[in-house]
């Protein structure tokens, strides 16, 4: 796990120590993501450079340094990521005849290169990866990313240069950095709380979509083309289920987690995971413990508040399966005191606001170890989120509606004021409300809003939008394409579950918990690996029947009952809790003055990106407690933070806050 950026300069008109110094200053931009070595790899005749940051995992020498050169000095590769299965391709290209000097993943794969060259090379890795590679004999920069985009690669021309770097921070480093901002990307990101691959927040800046590789050269950029797609992964599956008991389907997933979980292990460096006592995290814990001789060390980070805080259930767990476990109990004013360090960290507007939790478990892992597994990925590949039993019912109810009366019906939903549904919210249907809910009239107004979906793809993106127009928000954007509108092609499934799920993975996923992942833990030096979404478990997931990942009205229920061979029921079915923090009371209270300024009008029409009408509207709904406008509110402040931090790399436009002594840590034994 490290950074990686470089260029290929077409005009080759840089001297050898232009391009030194400009790739150094790209390189030492990502220095988080590889606290442990720095290199560059340059050559002025072809006008390429290499720049790596590393954070060493495997052979810890010299010899794992990068960029790194093949043995026949053909290639050389400027890697991000782990390769899991380095030590079976070792065994082949050694029987091959290949010798190697060191350890690592990285020599495997060069070695690799040369018997079966580049891209014909990339199907046969297992792993997490973003890497360029350079071949000296074809004069070719060849890119390529993960397969479900657990790794970052950003790309762009800039100017007479093709550059690529791990995150956009090392892009803005090159003199010709332009940096205009893309308004349709703005608007996309005010929809989703993210920015959809293969989009940047900057105009011309690309990112490598998941499973693609992309060649180079003097003469052209070749479009990227996939190597892996997940549309004919959930095709294929879907027409050749499982077809053995749930029973042995468990036996399985059981077998093949475990094959996943004991290759993630493997690493010179201390390993630990997170923990937060969720069915995914415990089950990759639980596998973990089962196949290690010591105690495995967990992490899990606990809130006063007790909605919020996870770190009881997480506590069981450990103490059941006897873990070696640390718990960091953070006051809402400590965790406030990240904000500033946001736009930072994930060097693009992004707003899940559980970006927050999310860096502080990160850092409170990385005072112990260096590497730490994560149960990610299980309610896209097993059904898990509530919003697909509300959209698949809610669905099913509106197709019994005709077009015009749903329309109607949705006007007159709005029309009653939201007191007056939050008044209603014990007899309104559970599937939609919870009895004393006190967003019930938010949740009505947004069922409402979504009335005149003309099919179910329609109806998810809607749903899960934080704004259904979001080009009604940003001046002079325009609606950019998704794969929410090419969806409708996926004909392999009439269940609308496994079809938000297929939405999920290539959206969601990727471009929302992966993205929040890396920047959190790589902001920290620490790798992060993700067993549930080794391919192999992924494509035998789309093969599993949905009646064995639905059942008496629960998700996840071939998880779940994978879970109970190694927990008690009771530590398995309990509810489920977002990884959240309270930012409706925040953004009311402490965070105000904040928010304030950034929302302020004269601010907001001099910057003129967004709506100065609409955005003091929510803002005051919000005040006022008419709506709960958290969200929308975040998507806004996140871009306005993250704007400002451009401007003045230095500043920190945040309220200083007293800061607590160090907070409790309890060690379970």
């Known amino acids: 796990?490290?950074?990686?950026?470089?260029?290929?300069?077409?005009?080759?008109?840089?001297?050898?120590?232009?391009?030194?110094?400009?790739?150094?200053?790209?390189?030492?931009?990502?220095?988080?993501?590889?606290?442990?070595?720095?290199?560059?790899?340059?050559?002025?005749?072809?006008?390429?450079?290499?720049g790596h940051r590393r954070l060493a995992i495997l052979d810890l020498s010299p010899l794992g340094n990068q960029p790194m050169i093949s043995a026949s000095g053909r290639y050389v590769i400027t890697l991000n990521g782990e390769m899991y299965n380095y030590r079976e391709l070792r065994h082949q290209l050694k029987e091959k005849?290949?010798?190697?000097?060191?350890?690592?993943?990285?020599e495997v794969m060069l070695a690799a290169f040369e018997e079966w060259g580049v891209e014909a090379c990339v199907p046969k890795l297992t792993g997490m990866f973003a890497f360029a590679v350079w071949d000296r004999e074809r004069h070719t920069l060849t890119l390529a990313r993960d397969r479900l985009g657990e790794k970052p690669l950003y790309y762009s021309r800039v100017g007479n240069t093709f550059a690529f770097a791990s995150e956009l921070k090392a892009l803005r480093t090159y003199p010709s950095f332009d940096g205009e901002i893309d308004r349709d990307a703005l608007a996309a990101y005010l929809r989703h709380n993210y920015i959809p691959a293969p989009h940047s927040i900057y105009r011309g800046i690309l990112k490598l979509e998941p499973g693609h590789i992309l060649e180079v050269d003097a003469a052209q950029i070749s479009p990227p083309r996939a190597y892996w797609s997940l549309y004919q992964v959930a095709k294929v599956g879907i027409a050749e289920p499982f077809t053995g008991s749930t029973g042995e389907a468990v036996n399985e997933v059981d077998a093949l987690l475990g094959f996943t979980v004991q290759r993630q292990m493997v690493a010179d460096v201390p390993l630990g995971a997170f923990l937060s006592g969720g069915i995914d995290s415990s089950l990759v814990v639980?596998?973990?413990?089962?196949?290690?001789?010591?105690?495995?060390?967990?992490?899990?980070?606990?809130?006063?508040?007790?909605?919020?805080?996870?770190?009881?259930?997480?506590r069981a767990v450990a103490r059941f399966l006897k873990t070696d476990h640390t718990e960091l109990y953070v006051s809402p004013e400590q965790a406030m005191e990240v904000i500033p360090h946001l736009p930072e960290i994930y060097d693009e507007p992004f707003s899940d606001s559980s970006q927050i939790p999310t860096y502080?478990?990160?850092?409170?892992?990385?005072?112990?170890?260096?590497?730490?597994?994560?149960?990610?990925?299980?309610?896209?590949?097993?059904?898990?989120?509530?919003?697909?039993?509300?959209?698949?019912?809610?669905?099913?109810?509106?197709?019994?509606?005709?077009?015009?009366?749903?329309?109607?019906?949705?006007?007159?939903?709005?029309?009653?004021?939201?007191?007056?549904?939050?008044?209603?919210?014990?007899?309104?249907?559970?599937?939609?409300?919870?009895?004393?809910?006190?967003?019930?009239g938010d949740r009505m107004h947004k069922v409402a809003q979504v009335m005149d979906a003309h099919s179910i793809t329609d109806l998810y993106r809607r749903y899960i939008s934080h704004r259904t127009k979001p080009i009604d928000w940003v001046v002079g954007a325009n609606k950019l394409a998704s794969v929410f509108d090419k969806a409708e092609s996926f004909g392999g499934t009439q269940h609308s579950t496994q079809r938000m799920m297929y939405l999920d993975a290539l959206t969601y996923l990727p471009d929302d918990i992966l993205v929040k992942l890396d920047r959190a833990a790589m902001s920290v030096g620490l790798e992060t690996r993700v067993p549930l979404l080794d391919h192999h478990v992924v494509e035998f997931a789309w093969r599993i029947p949905m009646s064995m990942k639905l059942k008496d009205g629960k998700g996840k229920w071939l998880l779940r009952a994978l879970l109970q061979k190694y927990l008690p029921g009771e530590m398995v079915e309990r509810p489920k809790k977002g990884f959240s923090v309270p930012l409706a009371d925040w953004l009311r209270g402490p965070l105000r003055p904040w928010a304030d300024a950034l929302l302020a009008e004269k601010r907001v029409r001099e910057d003129g990106y967004f709506d100065p009408h609409l955005v003091g509207k929510m803002w005051n709904e919000h005040l006022s407690g008419e709506r709960n406008w958290r969200f929308g509110l975040w998507d806004l402040l996140m871009f306005q933070s993250w704007l400002d931090a451009q401007r003045n790399p230095v500043a920190a436009p945040f309220p200083t806050i007293a800061t607590a002594t160090r907070p409790d840590v309890a060690v379970v034994n």
């Open 286 to 314: 639980a596998i973990m413990q089962k196949h290690s001789a010591r105690p495995i060390k967990t992490f899990t980070i606990g809130f006063e508040q007790k909605q919020f805080d996870e770190a009881p259930y997480a």
């Open 1 to 50: 796990m490290c950074g990686i950026t470089g260029f290929l300069n077409f005009r080759l008109d840089l001297a050898a120590d232009d391009l030194r110094s400009r790739v150094r200053a790209m390189a030492d931009s990502l220095a988080h993501r590889g606290p442990d070595n720095s290199g560059i790899w340059v050559d002025a005749h072809a006008g390429v450079a290499l």
């Open 360 to 440: 502080l478990v990160a850092k409170l892992a990385r005072e112990e170890v260096t590497v730490s597994l994560s149960g990610d990925g299980g309610d896209e590949l097993f059904g898990g989120y509530d919003s697909y039993e509300v959209v698949s019912k809610l669905w099913k109810l509106m197709q019994g509606i005709p077009f015009e009366g749903r329309k109607l019906l949705g006007h007159l939903v709005q029309s009653v004021p939201l007191k007056a549904w939050n008044r209603l919210a014990w007899m309104l249907p559970t599937t939609v409300m919870r009895s004393n809910d006190s967003s019930a």
């Open 97 to 106: 005849g290949h010798r190697f000097r060191g350890t690592s993943d990285t």
